[in-house]
């Protein structure tokens, strides 16, 4: 059944159109974030305006990027190389249309990628960006291994996921959304945590608001996961 959730967002466009046209729009992202989890994401919208702050030359993965979602933090003009992934190949298509809309197409590259099992070299980037993405996959820990190992000593990994044990309505609408095969294997809250810190990363930040938690951790300079 795990297997079939990635398949579903590999392929299912109504549902990635659904997502998409979501968190597009902030009032109904925060509301609907509010509603159904709890949780306040304004936090998220202001750590994707930190990618304005990223030095000429950056390498970024941001994955899954959706349509774009976080192409709002990028500068027109600004020098760095920036990979938008994910496994669909319909989302890829709406996130090179954001990225006209804005005017930050030339610093991207849009690229057809599973996280847990990047076809990206080892130490390739600066900063990996993965929001709202590893509560839909069926081995969400192996996503941050991934992300680990294709990140340069040094670098950045931030991001947001949906956790269980936030609460019991919480946790049932993480079932029911299981069930229709839109989530994963959820993360429990603590596992990424756990999971960041077994990859060498220390973690800078790890916050929670309802049943979602933000994260940033770095990879120590001269470091790096087999």
Request: glycine fraction near 10%; charged fraction near 25%; aromatic fraction near 8%.
């Amino acid at each position: 059944m795990m297997t079939d959730v990635t398949e579903k967002w590999r392929s299912a466009r109504l549902m990635a159109a659904m997502y998409d046209a979501g968190v597009k729009h902030d009032s109904v992202a925060t509301v609907g974030a509010w509603a159904m989890w709890g949780a306040d994401m304004r936090r998220m919208f202001a750590d994707v305006e930190r990618l304005a702050d990223a030095p000429a030359g950056t390498a970024v993965l941001d994955i899954p990027c959706g349509g774009g979602f976080a192409f709002r933090g990028l500068r027109p003009g600004q020098a760095v190389h920036y990979v938008a992934a994910d496994i669909s190949a319909y989302m890829l298509g709406q996130a090179r249309q954001e990225a006209d809309r804005r005017g930050v197409q030339d610093a991207i590259e849009f690229v057809e990628a599973d996280v847990t099992a990047l076809q990206f070299d080892d130490a390739s980037f600066d900063l990996c960006l993965t929001y709202n993405g590893l509560h839909c996959l069926p081995d969400p820990r192996a996503a941050l291994g991934e992300l680990t190992r294709v990140l340069k000593p040094g670098g950045t990994l931030r991001g947001t996921s949906c956790v269980t044990g936030r609460g019991p309505r919480k946790d049932v609408l993480i079932a029911v959304a299981r069930r229709a095969g839109v989530f994963g294997n959820t993360p429990h809250t603590g596992d990424i945590e756990t999971w960041l810190r077994e990859f060498g990363l220390d973690v800078v930040t790890l916050e929670r608001s309802g049943a979602i938690e933000f994260f940033e951790a770095r990879l120590p300079r001269g470091e790096q996961t087999d």
